[in-house]
T-cell receptor
Framework: NAGVTQTPKFRVLKTGQSMTLLCAQDMNHEYMYWYRQDPGLGLRLIHYSVGEGTTAKGEVPDGYNVSRLKKQNFLLGLESAAPSQTSVYFC???????????????FGPGTRLTVT | GEDVEQSLFLSVREGDSSVINCTYTDSSSTYLYWYKQEPGAGLQLLTYIFSNMDMKQDQRLTVLLNKKDKHLSLRIADTQTGDSAIYFCAESLNNAGNMLTFGGGTRLMVKP
């Protein structure tokens, strides 16, 4: 049981380039999330999904797109990378159910992205 | 709007107690969480408290919630060097805990 995995672990892009970050979970979770982490700002939600085929905007969605074609995968795309998108990106998943012990979010190890 | 604030840094000696504080602004929070992030890793849930509770204890961890002051704290008893990490508090506004707002994180350094 690998939990939540992310690829790649590191990436350097030039301004204007595009890339896709892949998140995979093997826990049959309904909900998946993409966050970015910047020093002193904590984690901010970019986009999330409440099930296969659904996506929704979070707090900072501009410049990013997502897709959830399969329940276990959640892709984050940058169409035209900008230096302001230099950050550490975390994927997370959760059961999506209410009640104690069933709403925990499980995080992947992160992807460090640098845009020059 | 939602805003969760934490102090940036805390340094303690091994064996002492650590208290990490957090303030939040949204009084409709349902769950409040403490996550731990070790260097180079993702976040790991340490503990959480439901908004109708004042205190929760889990081994070395004690969470105190003051709803009137919108203040949350995490006390780590007998702090060890392995507790050195960044600690994030987060609030959820729904029962499913799906929409979290995180604080900026407190870096805990434990000196031997």
């Amino acid at each position: 049981n690998a939990g939540v995995t992310q690829t790649p672990k590191f990436r350097v892009l030039k301004t204007g380039q595009s890339m896709t970050l892949l998140c995979a979970q093997d826990m049959n979770h309904e909900y998946m999330y993409w966050y970015r982490q910047d020093p002193g700002l904590g984690l901010r939600l970019i986009h999330y999904s409440v099930g296969e085929g659904t996506t929704a905007k979070g707090e900072v969605p501009d410049g990013y797109n997502v897709s959830r074609l399969k329940k276990q995968n959640f892709l984050l795309g940058l169409e035209s990378a900008a230096p302001s998108q230099t950050s550490v990106y975390f994927c997370a998943s959760s059961l999506g159910l209410a009640g104690a012990g069933r709403h925990e979010q499980y995080f992947g190890p992160g992807t460090r992205l640098t845009v020059t | 709007g939602e805003d969760v604030e934490q102090s940036l840094f805390l340094s303690v000696r091994e064996g002492d107690s650590s208290v990490i504080n957090c303030t939040y602004t949204d009084s409709s929070s349902t769950y409040l969480y403490w996550y731990k992030q070790e260097p180079g890793a993702g976040l790991q849930l340490l503990t959480y408290i439901f908004s109708n509770m004042d205190m929760k204890q889990d081994q070395r961890l004690t969470v105190l919630l003051n709803k009137k002051d919108k203040h949350l704290s995490l006390r780590i008893a007998d702090t060890q060097t392995g507790d050195s990490a960044i600690y994030f508090c987060a609030e959820s506004l729904n029962n499913a805990g799906n929409m979290l707002t995180f604080g900026g994180g407190t870096r805990l350094m434990v000196k031997p």
